[in-house]
């Protein structure tokens, strides 16, 4: 059974890097049939997107996040990681990573989440 | 960016009741990729419906989702207790793949 597990600093200062990570347990992150996203959702608010990465290395962001994001993927450790650079408050949530199909934003599976604040 | 606008933004409904639930989208789009998600406090959102109108695994046969175009319907025939939550619509055709901003069904 797919288990999707989310780690990383609950808190990150103003101007800093986030950086989270994955991990994965029941299925291969080396399968060429999944995309392996984030998405992010700010206390109290709605869902968005943040991108995606398909083993290969193609990766898929949000237009509007493009320049601060970064997802890999590490085979040897079943993992995939994202890094968020210059963070703000805006950048306060519950940050998901997921597996999809059919498209770069599908989200069939979700972890369970990890809050992460941005504050000095 | 295509625009998903949910309504209504609070529903309750008892029980027993049926609950329809709507989302627009501010441009047509391609039904296959028009998934509903539930969340519930404290929980990851929940996969509930995938290509409009294909229910998840394990997913209970009173949900249902209909609709193509720009809208789209989710509909529960009988409300149980547990389905009392957070739901969002998303489509996920074309980037930048977005969410509506939610309905919440709440009990009466």
């Known amino acids: 059974q797919l288990q999707l597990q989310e780690s990383g600093p609950g808190q990150v200062k103003p101007s800093e890097t986030l950086s989270l990570t994955c991990s994965v347990s029941g299925d291969s992150i080396s399968s060429a049939s999944y995309y392996w996203g984030w998405i992010r959702q700010p206390p109290g608010k709605g869902l968005e997107w943040i991108g995606s990465i398909q083993y290969g290395g193609n990766t898929y962001y949000k237009p509007s996040l493009k320049s601060r994001v970064t997802i890999s993927v590490d085979t040897s450790m079943n993992q995939f990681s994202l890094k968020v650079t210059s963070v703000t408050a805006a950048d306060t949530a519950m940050y998901y990573c997921?597996?999809?199909?059919?498209?770069?934003?599908?989200?069939?599976?979700w972890g369970q989440g990890t809050l992460v604040t941005v504050s000095s | 960016e295509i625009v998903l606008t949910q309504s209504p933004g609070t529903l309750s409904l008892s029980p027993g009741e049926r609950a329809t639930l709507s989302c627009r989208t501010s441009q047509s789009i391609n039904s296959y990729y028009f998934a509903w998600f539930q969340q519930k406090p404290g929980q990851a959102p929940r996969l509930l419906i995938y290509?409009?109108?294909n229910r998840d695994i394990g997913i209970p046969d009173r949900f249902s989702g209909s609709g193509s175009g720009t809208d789209f319907t989710l509909t529960i025939s009988r409300l149980e207790p547990e389905d009392f939550a957070v739901y969002y619509c998303?489509?996920?055709?074309?980037?930048?793949?977005?969410f509506g901003q939610g309905t919440k069904l709440e009990i009466k």
């Open positions: 290509g409009a109108t």
């Open positions: 997921t597996r999809g199909v059919s498209s770069p934003g599908a989200a069939g599976y």
């Open positions: 998303q489509h996920y055709g074309t980037s930048p793949y977005s």
